[in-house]
Nanobody
Framework: QVELVESGGGSVQAGGSLRLSCKFSGYRYWLYPMGWFRQSPGKGREGVASIANNGDTRYADSVKGRFTVSKDNNANTLYLQMNSLKPEDTGMYYC??????????????????WGQGTQVTVSS
């Protein structure tokens, strides 16, 4: 059974930074691609960043150059460093894990395990 628990959300002014963490556990969890998604009221779930076990990463165009995804298998933790935050980055952020060795993607349908989410609010 895979379990994902996010933390690190909060409120910050535009231009500020936050670091999200996702503690994960489960059988062979370290093999599968993981990702961060976000959802704001009235919008669908958006893929933000994903990372493969070999360290390859993928980012949404809207966050390239500002967000960095990383993973520490020894600490069983996925991270999302968010810099130069904008009000449009506001939303509930979810950590997710795919259910197998799939190609790196930002499509939510390829992710079968999800955390409960952590809220990020960026004020102007």
């Amino acid at each position: 059974q895979v379990e994902l628990v996010e933390s690190g959300g909060g409120s910050v002014q535009a231009g500020g930074s936050l670091r999200l963490s996702c503690k994960f556990s489960g059988y062979r969890y370290w093999l599968y691609p993981m990702g961060w998604f976000r959802q704001s009221p009235g919008k669908g779930r958006e893929g933000v960043a994903s990372i493969a076990n070999n360290g390859d990463t993928r980012y949404a165009d809207s966050v390239k150059g500002r967000f960095t995804v990383s993973k520490d298998n020894n600490a069983n933790t996925l991270y999302l460093q968010m810099n130069s935050l904008k009000p449009e980055d506001t939303g509930m952020y979810y950590c997710a894990m795919t259910t197998g060795l799939v190609p790196l993607t930002l499509e939510s349908s390829r992710f079968g395990y999800w955390g409960q989410g952590t809220q990020v609010t960026v004020s102007s």
